[in-house]
Structures are given as C-alpha cells and as structure tokens.
C-alpha cells in the first residue's frame, strides 16, 4: 500500500515557476514508476510525464516538454514536478500517481493539489 500526498500548488503569474511534490508513505516507494498527471476543469485527466523506479529514465508530454522536468529522491520517498513558464493553459489539479509508466497502469493515486497561472 503506497499514499500519496501532493503539495506545491498556488496561484503563479504567466510565466512563473512552480515546484510540486509528492510525498509517498511506505516502503514500497522505490519500486513504482511514478507519474504526473492534470485535469482541468471540463476536460479529460492528461498524461503530464513520468520517472522510473531507478529516476534514470523520464517520459514529458509534448505539450509541457522543455518546461516541466519530473525527478524524484527515493531516499526520501519523493518525487518532484518542476514547472517553468508557466501558462494559463497549464491551469489544472495535479495529480501524482504509483505505478508502471511502460504498461501505462497506474496503481495508487493522491489526491491533487490545484494549480492556477493567471494572464
């Protein structure tokens, strides 16, 4: 059994910046890829990207690539979502997920800290 708690949301500027974290309970942590993911309101729950177990190896979407960057610190049972330029269109509730980013399944999920970028 992994929990998992997101925090790290807020209110930012066009342009800013913004670090979401999300801490895991358990021992268990180090053996699940992780992920990110959003949902804006009236829309469908999007793939944001993911790390490995190892942090060796991450997965961005297209549509963040180049201004969101995924690692994570299995000492600590945290993985991090570092967000650069930020847009309104990022404006969405940020979700951390457990799980295997190759068979794309995602076992445990937290429960989603809001982020907001105004013009």
């Known amino acids: 059994q992994v929990q998992l708690v997101e925090s790290g949301g807020g209110l930012v500027q066009a342009g800013g910046s913004l670090r979401l974290s999300c801490a895991a309970s358990g021992r268990t942590f180090s053996t699940y890829d992780m992920g990110w993911f959003r949902q804006a309101p009236g829309k469908e729950r999007e793939f944001v990207g993911g790390i490995t177990i190892s942090g060796r190896s991450t997965n961005i979407a297209d549509s963040v690539k180049g201004r969101f960057t995924i690692s994570r610190d299995n000492a600590q049972n945290t993985v991090y979502l570092q967000m650069n330029s930020l847009k309104p269109e990022d404006t969405a509730v940020y979700y951390c997920?457990?799980?295997?980013?190759?068979?794309?399944?995602?076992?445990?999920w937290g429960q989603g800290t809001q982020v907001t970028v105004s013009s």
């Open positions: 997920a457990a799980g295997s980013v190759a068979v794309r399944t995602w076992r445990y």
